[in-house]
């Protein structure tokens, strides 16, 4: 069966290497966002991007974060990930640096963006911070997944896990209902 899944990502750094992952066709994924209809809703300000990306993820079971080099640093990359937990979608990385861009080069890897994020087990509740307060939180890096494909095959590691990366971000969220 294939899943509903939101891109999360740097637009300007990692655009063309999503429009890679979309086209592996494995799982159905939100329709691209032209760079003009971005810019239009990105001029409507902060409340007006929230909302598209709320309306954007209402339907999906899963986020998934496409990492290049800038993507943990990103407000709404921090954003996504933050309401697809409270909204009970899985979320799951997949490192996208060693893809070509359209220039045919590759970048750094980046962070990974779940570090920036803690969640209470008892409440369920996420924070955005980096260590935890007391036992009952754990770093939401610590619960799902970062995938890492090989560098030598990337796109094809990818094609190959991505339906399996999906369900098992969905199958670790329904663990902290």
């Known amino acids: 069966m294939k899943r509903q899944v939101f891109y999360s990502f740097h637009y300007s750094n990692d655009c063309w290497r999503t429009q890679i992952i979309r086209n592996i066709g494995a799982i159905e994924g939100n ?13 409507k300000g902060s409340t007006a991007i929230e909302n598209w990306i709320d309306n954007n993820m209402r339907y999906r079971s899963c986020v ?7 993507t ?10 933050e309401y697809a937990w409270k909204t009970g979608k899985g979320i799951v990385c997949i490192d996208i640096h060693f893809l070509k861009n359209q220039y045919g080069e590759t970048c750094s890897q980046g962070e990974n963006p779940l570090s920036k994020f803690c969640i209470d087990k008892t409440y369920n509740f996420i924070a955005k911070r980096e ?25 094809n590691d990818i094609a190959n896990n991505i339906e399996s990366l999906v369900e098992d971000a969905i199958n670790i969220r329904k663990q902290y209902p």
Do not use: M
Not at 31 to 43: G, I
Not at 72 to 81: D, G, K, L, N, T
């Open 64 to 70: 998934i974060v496409l990492v290049g080099s800038e």
């Open 31 to 43: 329709t691209p966002v032209n760079a003009s209809a971005w810019e239009e809703v990105k001029r």
């Open 131 to 155: 260590n935890t307060v007391d036992s009952n939180e754990i770093r939401l890096s610590n619960i799902c997944k970062f995938y890492h494909p090989s560098a030598s095959n990337t796109y």
């Open 72 to 81: 943990a640093s990103r407000p709404w990359v921090q954003y996504e990930i």
